[in-house]
């Protein structure tokens, strides 16, 4: 199937688009999980897209923890097939990675897996609600 869309700029998912670091993630909050006496399977429905803060955590002490750990695990991450040279190709001002990360993960995962960070970033550090907010709160 060839597609073929005209557009003025694109935002991407960090994860699962431009990297997959979803090892690593999927086992920090399961160790988390397992610290907090909490089933791993009922939290990993619950974490993905949302901002550490937003998934119930009892203080911001437990989500510089994550981050920490986190960042340790880098190499974990790889690129996603295709998508350097795909944003290559374009100009950076028409991208921009949108990720309920903070600032500081998106800038390490990707310069790890060597995807280029020219595009603009839209981080946690930079939202008031996750991407799920909308969901979430007409459930």
Not at 38 to 50: I, S, T
């Amino acid at each position: 199937m060839n597609w073929h869309i005209e557009c003025t700029a694109m935002l991407f998912d960090m994860d699962g688009t431009l990297v997959d670091s979803t090892p690593c993630i999927e086992g920090l909050w399961r160790q988390w999980a397992v610290r907090q006496h909490l089933n791993p399977d009922f939290v990993m429905q619950h974490v993905h897209g949302c901002r550490g803060i937003e998934t119930h955590l009892d203080t911001a002490a437990e989500v510089a923890l994550l981050l920490t750990e986190d960042a340790r695990t880098l190499d974990s991450t790889v690129a996603i097939t295709s998508a350097a040279e795909f944003l290559a190709q374009r100009h950076p001002r028409q991208w921009a990675v949108v990720t309920s990360a903070p600032r500081t993960m998106p800038l390490a995962k990707l310069a790890y897996a060597g995807q280029p960070t020219l595009g603009h970033i839209i981080s946690a550090d930079e939202v008031s609600q996750c991407k799920k907010h909308r969901l979430l709160s007409s459930s």
